[in-house]
Structure formats: C-alpha cells, structure tokens
C-alpha cells in the first residue's frame, strides 16, 4: 500500500474505535448503570501504608489542591469549587461510619480510588495499592483525631428487599415525610425551598445533589452506597444522617423511590414508568401540606 | 445525753437544708455583675420565616435576630460569663442539658454546658430540622429530628463555642458554650449575671459575646463575700 492510503487507512481504523467507544460509553449509561457501577473496585486495601513514603507521593499528587499542611489550601484552592478537603479536621463526606465518627480506612481508599464526582478530584485508581496505602498513612497525620480517636462502627447494611411498586410508594412517602424536598426539590432537581441559602460547614455555598441529571453519587453508584449516604450523612455538608429515623429494611424504600427520579434506565425506573401510566392520578403530589401518597 | 444527740440531728438537719438550695456549690463566695457594651451595636432585623409556614404563624410579632441582645442602659444579653481559671473541674452534673427547636428559634439562644455533660436536643415544631453543631475541637455531625421524634442525645468532652445551625432554615442560628466549670450564667437582656458558691482563691472570670468578643478579669475571693465584678464589651457595627 502506498504511503498515503496506509495513513488514510490508520486514521479511519482510529476513527472508528472512537466512534465505537463513545456509542458503547453513552449505551452503557443509558441501558444500566454508569460504567463504574459495575464491578467498581472496592476491593480491601490491606496493604500497611508508609507515612515517610506517602509524604513524597502526596506533594507529587495531592498538595496542590489539598495543600502542604493538609488544610485544603493548595496553590490550586482558588479555582475550584467545590473546595478540597480541610485534612486537619478529619471529617469526610464518604464514610460507612456514623455521622460525627472517623472513617474507616477502607472508606478513605474507596475515595481516593473513586474520586468525587462534580468535582475536582479525579479518580486515583490506577495507582498502586501500595501508593494508595502509603498517602492515607501520611493523611492521617494532618489531624491529631487519628490518634485519639477509633473509627465509629460501619452502620449495618441490610440485604437488600426486593424492588416493588409498594417499595417505591413507601419510599416517596419517605421522601415527603423526611422533608427530603426542602431541598431537594419536590422532583429531586436540587431545587427545593432551601436550597439557595444552603452553606457547608466552612461558609462556602454548597448545592444540593440534583438527582435528575446525577448518574453517580458523591459516594458511589451503588443502592447500597445510596442507602449508606443517607444513613451516614455527608459530614462538612448540610446532608445530615437519618440513622436515627430510618431503620432497617425502611431504607431501601426511599433508595427504590431516589432512583426513579435518575436518568437512568433502572429495575426501579422501568417499574415506576409503567405503574405511573395507569395511576398517576392517585398520587398526591410532594411539597409542603399532607403531599406524598 | 439524749438532749445531745437530739441536738445533733437538729444541727444535721439544719446545716443539710442551708446547703440544699445551692445544688452544686458548696457555701463560699459570689462575684456578680453587669455586662454592658459601648459604641453603635448594629441594628438587628426581623427574620422571615415565610418558607416554613408551620413557622411563620406561630410568630404574630416579628422575630428579631439574636445576635445582639440587648436591654436598659446598655446592657447584654447572650453573654456567657463563667470561670476560665482558678475553680478546679468536677465531675459533669448528672442532669442534662436542653436544647429545644420551638418555633423555628433555638432556645435558649446560647446554652451553657460542661464538658462531658449529657445534651438533649428536642424537637417541638411541625417540621423536620437538622441539628449541625459545627464544631471545630469536638467532632461535627449532622442529623436529622423529624416532628414528633425522641430527643437527640449528645455531649461534647473538650471545651468550645460552637455554633449550632439548622440547614433547612438558614435563619436558626445558636451556640452551645462547652466550659470546664459547673460556675457559669448566660446573661438576660438586663446583662445581670451571678456566680456563687466559690471556695476562697483567685480566680479569672470571663465573658464571651458571639459578637463582641471576649474578656477577662482576676478577682479574688477571701470568705464568703460578694465581689463586684461588671464588663464593658466594645460593640462592633458588625
């Protein structure tokens, strides 16, 4: 072949493995869960972490957002929003412990790896085990709660009930009741009456999770992690935990009910849909006075 | 001999009631005063609690903010003055702290506590709130009380002001004062404040303003007197 046709041709093969990814990437999203809530990694860490190792990697990766003293001011702070995470007061949004306690290490690596979405922090997966052992050690001497204190005890998630149309009901009932909508919005847009003045704990302005365009959550992609969002609460945010109102099977209720309202094709979307077509009319709707079922 | 022990139960019984009214404290000195401010204190506004309804009712009168409170000649309310040195740390009482959420307002407005000292967070409103002390010593959490829940159970074991807010009305702000002493009095609005029950020593009293900052002052205590002890706040527009 001559010179030209081969270029022509490699750059037709790449064209069409870039049109093949990105049909195969938006077909994932559409038909399931995001890519990532298949088999996300969340295998155990058990490596033991090196806080003289993990000191080097952490100005090589993370001082330039989360800062040299771990505070979250690093030479990057004043572009982002959301801010990095203050280190020295070792309270973390994504934790399977309850709200006030430390995360568990696993909770740490969980979010290294996964990254935040809506955020600035990318995800750290692809570097080693090891590395990701040695930065949390070093982490964990920005804050003095590390050595003072135990870890809280991971909030017991149950198996998970089956997805009924009863289950959804119940859970939009939750939904009203918890008062979900104040500021989530009444369709879980991120809109509700609250929502505009909502600070986080540092002062900065802070929006509610729009479920409506939102496939992945801070935490997670998973029912389980959505179920331990709400039962742990996102500390350093007004997400408060309903670990002492919600028991039990009750949470997976309002889990079925907060995936209907996502952009995604679900068991419990599909459902809803069809359930809807023949009894909207029976719901009362969500917002302030007796709304809900 | 029975005129003796007859005598000695009266005496008992006489010297248990003279200690009785003071619960904690022992018999011993007192300091009081008055906490005022100088300069312009910023005006307060009315807050509008129209996006809670249940609320917005049960207030015929507007609310004021809270954040300065202040009454005849001057005076200042919310200003937690207490022992910051010189009484020795007991044993938290036994009785809980409380917290009450009451028409979309925090009362009281500043509560006093001690460290490791039982709080209890109610609920009396229609509506759902979030109690999120943010606390920067002690552990921060967030949890949600809807209507008709049992109180939130908490306690706090290093000394701190933390602010307490709600993030469903953004207007509900309040403080929790976790001291290492059990002498301590939030001020009215008449800024009148009174310790008791302070064995002889000398001691530094303090008084924090969520606003206005804090002060401190020694003052001595030799028997069982009254020392006069009064504080000026240097008011700040904002």
């Known amino acids: 072949m001559s010179r030209v046709a081969r270029e022509i041709a490699s750059i037709a093969i790449l064209g069409v493995l870039v049109v093949v990814a990105f049909t195969d990437a938006s077909a994932q999203a559409m038909h399931g869960l995001p890519l990532e809530g298949r088999g996300a990694d969340t295998t155990p860490n058990r490596r033991v972490g090196r806080p003289s190792v993990g000191k080097e990697e952490y100005k090589r990766y993370c001082a330039g957002c989360h800062g040299d003293r771990g505070d979250g001011q690093g030479e990057n702070t004043q572009w982002i929003d959301p801010k990095p995470r203050d280190f020295t007061q070792a309270v973390f949004k994504c934790r399977s412990t309850p709200s006030g306690t430390l995360p568990v290490d696993q909770d740490v690596i969980n979010t290294i790896r996964r990254g935040i979405v809506n955020s600035n922090m990318p995800q750290w997966r692809p570097l080693p085990a090891q590395m990701q052992a040695d930065l949390l050690s070093y982490i964990k001497t920005f804050s003095p709660r590390w050595t003072a204190e135990k870890p809280g005890t991971p909030v017991v998630i149950p198996v998970e009930t089956p997805v009924t149309t009863e289950s959804i009901l119940r859970g939009r009932e939750m939904f009203q009741k918890f008062e979900c909508w104040k500021c989530h919005g009444t369709e879980g847009r991120g809109d509700g009456p609250s929502a505009a003045a909502l600070t986080d704990s540092k002062d900065q302005p802070i929006h509610p999770f729009d479920f409506t365009t939102g496939t992945r959550f801070k935490c997670g992609t998973t029912n389980a992690d959505l179920y331990r969002i709400f039962m742990t609460g996102l500390d350093g945010t007004p997400m408060a935990s309903f670990a002492d109102n919600i028991k039990g099977d009750q949470g997976w209720d309002l889990v079925h009910y907060l995936r209907t309202l996502q952009p995604l094709r679900t068991p419990e979307s599909t459902l809803w849909k069809t359930w809807l077509a023949t009894h909207a009319a029976e719901l009362k709707p969500i917002g302030p006075g007796t709304g809900g079922r | ?238």
Request: proline share 8%; hydrophobic share 35%.
């Open chain 2, 1 to 238: 001999m029975q005129m003796k022990i007859v005598t000695s139960v009266a005496f008992c019984a006489v010297a248990t009631l003279a200690l009785a009214p003071s619960a904690r404290h022992a018999a011993g000195g007192t300091v009081t005063g008055k906490v005022t401010f100088t300069g312009t204190p910023p005006k307060m506004k009315a807050i509008d609690m129209a996006k809670e309804p249940s609320c917005a009712k049960a207030h015929t009168i507007p609310v004021m903010n809270e954040s300065v409170v202040t009454g005849a000649g001057n005076s200042l309310g919310n200003v937690v003055v207490y022992i910051s040195a010189g009484a020795p740390a007991g044993a938290p009482p036994a009785s809980a702290a409380t917290f009450d959420q009451k028409n979309c307002q925090y009362l009281p407005h500043v509560l006093a506590m001690e460290a490791g000292q039982k709080l209890e967070i109610k609920n009396d409103d229609q509506t759902s709130h979030n109690i999120h002390p943010l606390s920067k010593v002690n552990p921060e959490w967030n949890k949600s009380q809807p209507p008709g829940s049992p109180p939130i159970e908490a306690s706090y074991d290093k000394p701190e002001f933390i602010p307490v807010k709600c993030n469903v009305h953004p207007w509900m702000h309040g403080y929790f004062a976790v001291l290492n002493t059990s002498h301590s009095k939030v001020t009215g609005d008449d800024g009148a404040y009174s310790l008791d029950g302070l064995p002889p020593g000398k001691y530094t009293v303090t008084a924090w303003h969520e606003r206005f900052g804090t002060q401190s002052q020694e003052v001595t205590i030799t028997g069982t007197e009254t020392a006069k002890l009064d504080f000026v706040l240097k008011a700040t527009e904002y």
